[in-house]
């Protein structure tokens, strides 16, 4: 992070040489300098919602309810709660945003 106009932190994004490469493909790695100078990094091999680290069903459930908000307003908590039965469901039209 840099200081902007008025002194505002800011953020940059410098692409790692040879990360497109990385597999698996979806990892990142986080890098920060504190105020004090000091360097903290992170590298995540394995990012939340992949096999190798994968959401619990209330993760799923909320980040489902969060996308699907803006679209179907009120109905969503309950849309959301339905992504965990997917699997047992016969039909979509059983999804209780689509029910009346």
């Not at 008025?6 to 040489?17: L, S, V, Y």
């Not at 992949?50 to 849309?79: V, Y």
Request: charged share 25%; net charge negative.
């Amino acid at each position: 992070m840099t200081n902007g106009a008025g002194g505002a932190q800011q953020d940059h994004h410098d692409p790692e040489p040879g990360a497109h490469k990385a597999r698996p493909a979806r990892q990142a790695i986080v890098e920060m300098e504190l105020t004090s100078g000091k360097t903290c990094a992170h590298h995540a091999k394995a990012v939340r919602g992949t096999p190798d680290n994968p959401m619990t069903a209330q993760e799923i459930e909320d980040k489902a309810t969060d996308l699907i908000k803006p679209i179907i307003g009120r109905n969503a908590p309950q849309a959301g709660a339905a992504c965990g039965a997917l699997d047992t469901l016969r039909s979509v039209r059983d999804l209780p945003l689509l029910q009346g």
